[in-house]
Structure formats: C-alpha cells, structure tokens
C-alpha cells in the first residue's frame, strides 16, 4: 500500500517561461517525491495506510509532525500540478467564474487578495482558493505544507487552487522576486481544473 508519487500531467518544459524547466525536475522528482516516501513511512504499519489523503489531513493528529508536514506536502503537490497547464491562464469560466463574482465582487478582487495572501505569507507556505459547503469562495494561507483541511488550521473550506510559496518553488528562476512569481502563476492556472474542483466540493 502507500501513496504513489502522481506523474506530471505535461512535460518538465511545458510551463516555460513562467515555470522554468529545472525548477519543476527538482520540485518534483526530488521535493514531491520526497514527501511521498516520508508520509509513507509516516503511515506504515500504523491504522491511517489504506485511508484517503483527505480523510488522513481532516483528521491529522496536528502534533504527528511527520505526517503533518509530509500528507500535506504530499497533497498540496499533488493539486499544485493539475491546477497548472500549458493552456491556462487567462480568466477563469463556467461555474468558477460566477463564484468569484459572487464571492470577491470581480476576478480582479480575487486576483489582488490571492496575490496579497501569497506575497504576504511569511517564509515558506502556500496560499489557497478554497470552497465552503453551498459554494462561498475564501482566500487564505499557511505556513509550511500545512493545509486547510487540517484541524484548526483558520483557513476554511475545501482547496481547489494552491500557489506554493516556498522559495524552492521560484528561487532558480525568480530568486528574491515572489511577486513576479506570483503574477506568472496566473499565466498558467488552470480554470478549467479549478472550476471542476468547485462543482465537486462545494
Ligand atoms: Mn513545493
């Protein structure tokens, strides 16, 4: 049993320039396998193996400090791939579109607070676009891999973006410069991957 490491769903290449190629081997093949076979280990032999990630989050243990950084590095990586595409960008449609309308007023209202949220965490974290039960949108962070499913983390809902902050996630490319980081990421969000998350959990 255990958790496999998910394969990129495009090539190392695929999110140039925003994305640059060496940045997404390591951060992948290195960094996410890494967790992987940490949050393994974290669960071997013990009644977690065989449950779900995100049942194994919602109900963490949040002073297990093994499972608590690995099962959320192991998740958040997870969805920080298949909310990224060669194809995306641009402004979001369909369902998702219409809740962050509702939600943040504009698509610009939402793109400054996620921006705001990212740019602001301090040190390493990731900022996220979750969804409550009937469908009201927030914006918030967390430190390290932590993630808004674990307990009593502040950050509501369920997450259907991610934007990893970790400076292992920019450094080779953008160095110091997190705000344009934070600007080529929305050259690549994949609304359509985003929008089908939203219908499923909200
Ligand atoms: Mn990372």
């Known amino acids: 049993m255990g958790f496999e490491l998910p394969a990129l769903p495009y090539a190392h290449d695929a999110l140039e320039p925003h994305i640059d190629t060496r940045t997404m081997e390591i951060h992948h093949g ?11 280990a974290a669960i071997e032999g013990t009644d977690l193996d065989g449950q779900s990630i995100d049942d194994i989050l919602s109900g963490l243990d949040m002073s297990n400090n093994a499972l608590r950084n690995n099962g959320g590095g192991y998740f958040n990586h997870s969805l920080f791939w298949n909310v990224m595409s060669p194809d995306g960008g641009g402004l979001p449609d369909g369902s998702i579109e219409a809740a962050i309308n509702e939600s943040f007023g504009s698509f610009e209202a939402f793109k400054d607070a996620f921006a705001k949220a990212a740019a602001t965490q301090f040190g390493s974290g990731w900022a996220w676009l979750c969804v409550h039960p009937g469908g009201k949108l927030e914006v918030c962070s967390t430190a390290n891999q932590d993630n808004p499913m674990m307990p009593g983390i502040g950050c509501g809902g369920y997450p259907i973006l991610g934007l990893d902050v970790w400076e292992h996630a920019y450094y080779l490319n953008y160095q110091n410069r997190r705000p344009d980081y934070i600007e080529a990421f929305f050259n690549v969000i994949n609304w359509r991957e985003v929008s089908d998350r939203y219908v499923a959990n909200k």
Request: aromatic letters at 10%; zero cysteines.
């Open 30 to 40: 290195k960094h996410h396998a890494g967790y992987t076979s940490k949050l393994n």
